[in-house]
């Protein structure tokens, strides 16, 4: 008999790895010479900027705007609030004036208690 020859386990992606290895610990490397530029900026930029004057100002700013905000909404009530008295200023008007013409040209009035029965007095 003759002996059968088991195939050799193909080593493909053994070199793939090792280079993925180098390539991640080289953008690790990357990242952090980055974060360390940028902490050192940082640390230098109160030398350069007044950081109370720049913080204080972003406060004011901020307030402003909010106070404008509301001043903003509040007149947008009250624009609203007296649209909706105009409003019904004009259905009263509507109301009375059909009450005045039913009332001048003698229409009879509406029954009332059609629903309710009267009592029968004994």
């Known amino acids: 008999m ?9 080593q493909v992606f053994k070199q793939q790895r090792s280079a993925q290895r180098w390539q991640r610990a080289g953008s690790g490397v990357l990242l952090i ?4 530029g940028l902490l050192i900026a940082l640390m230098q930029l ?6 109370l004057l720049l913080v204080s100002t972003a406060i004011a700013n901020l307030i402003s705007g909010l ?7 509040l007149q947008l009530l009250a624009v609203l609030l ?21 009332a001048c040209l003698g229409a009879p009035p509406p029954p009332a208690g059609r629903g309710v029965p009267k009592r029968r007095s004994s």
Not at 2 to 10: A, E, F, L
Not at 82 to 102: C, F
């Open 2 to 10: 003759r002996r059968q020859k088991q195939p050799r386990t193909r």
């Open 33 to 36: 010479a980055l974060g360390c």
């Open 46 to 51: 109160p030398e350069r900027l007044d950081t």
């Open 67 to 73: 106070s404008r905000f509301l001043q903003g909404l």
């Open 82 to 102: 007296l649209v909706i008295v105009a409003i019904g200023a004009l259905v009263l008007l509507l109301a009375g004036l059909s009450r005045l013409l039913r």
